[in-house]
């Protein structure tokens, strides 16, 4: 089974801060990644697919990156809105498994 | 627009059955690449994917519970049902059912169902 890993588990940072978070697979996925936001009480928003697609609707400040092992999401400039938890998720037809989840939250 | 709602019991006593219907618009079952999936969050934790079912009625399940999952669909009422078999405390989650397509993952999700397990 492909374990999924992300860090920091908490990021403190202030509007207007670049924020980078780091997600790792225990075996190679290509580019098979996927990140998602949760807010509090709501369920998780699809931000980016296929490690760097941008989901339809969601702001250019976020951008994924990575391949094989190693991915990134990257916060250009962080809005009182991001303030909230990013999972990652590694995905096939077959198999979808969340990162332990990122929690972003105000300094 | 795609919508998705999940329905069901919002308590289940240990080593019972839970039963959970997502009911759906905006979309087809029958459509090539179309699924639907089930995913759980204890509360406070994080997200654990549980069963995905596809337009040709394939069903991958979560390795850790297949034994006790099962995913059916009725294309005709737009629904697709999740039953898990001798519930525990520890099941007690808010469960999402959510849309999949070809290479996008879960892009739309319901708005979650809480389901407690208690005496």
């Known amino acids: 089974d492909i374990q999924m890993t992300q860090s920091p588990s908490t990021l403190s940072a202030s509007v207007g801060d670049r924020v980078t978070i780091t997600c790792r697979a225990s075996?190679?996925?290509?580019?098979?990644l996927a990140w998602f936001q949760q807010k509090p009480g709501k369920a998780p928003s699809l931000l980016i697919y296929?490690?760097?697609i941008l989901e339809t609707g969601v702001p250019s400040r976020f951008s994924g990156s990575g391949s094989g092992t190693e991915f990134t999401l990257t916060i250009s400039s962080l809005q009182p809105d991001d303030f909230a938890t990013y999972y990652c998720?590694?995905?096939?037809?077959?198999?979808?498994?969340f990162g332990p989840g990122t929690k972003v939250d105000i300094k | 627009q795609i919508t998705l709602k999940e329905s069901g019991p919002t308590l289940v006593k240990p080593t019972q059955t839970l039963t959970l219907t997502c009911t759906f618009s905006?979309?087809?079952?029958?459509?090539?690449?179309?699924?639907v999936g089930w995913i759980r969050q204890p509360p406070g934790k994080g997200l654990e994917w549980l069963a995905v079912?596809?337009?040709?009625?394939?069903?991958p399940y979560s390795p850790s519970l297949k034994n006790r999952l099962t995913i059916t669909k009725d294309t005709s009422k737009n629904q697709v049902v999740l039953t898990m078999t001798n519930m525990d405390p520890v099941d007690t989650a808010t469960y999402y059912c959510?849309?999949?397509?070809?290479?996008?993952?879960?892009?739309?999700w319901g708005q979650g169902t809480l389901v407690t397990v208690s005496s």
């Open positions: 959510a849309h999949t397509i070809a290479a996008r993952t879960f892009d739309s």
């Open positions: 905006g979309f087809s079952l029958t459509t090539g690449g179309v699924g």
């Open positions: 079912i596809y337009w040709n009625d394939d069903k």
């Open positions: 075996q190679s996925i290509s580019t098979w």
């Open positions: 296929k490690a760097s």
């Open positions: 998720q590694r995905y096939n037809s077959y198999s979808f498994t």
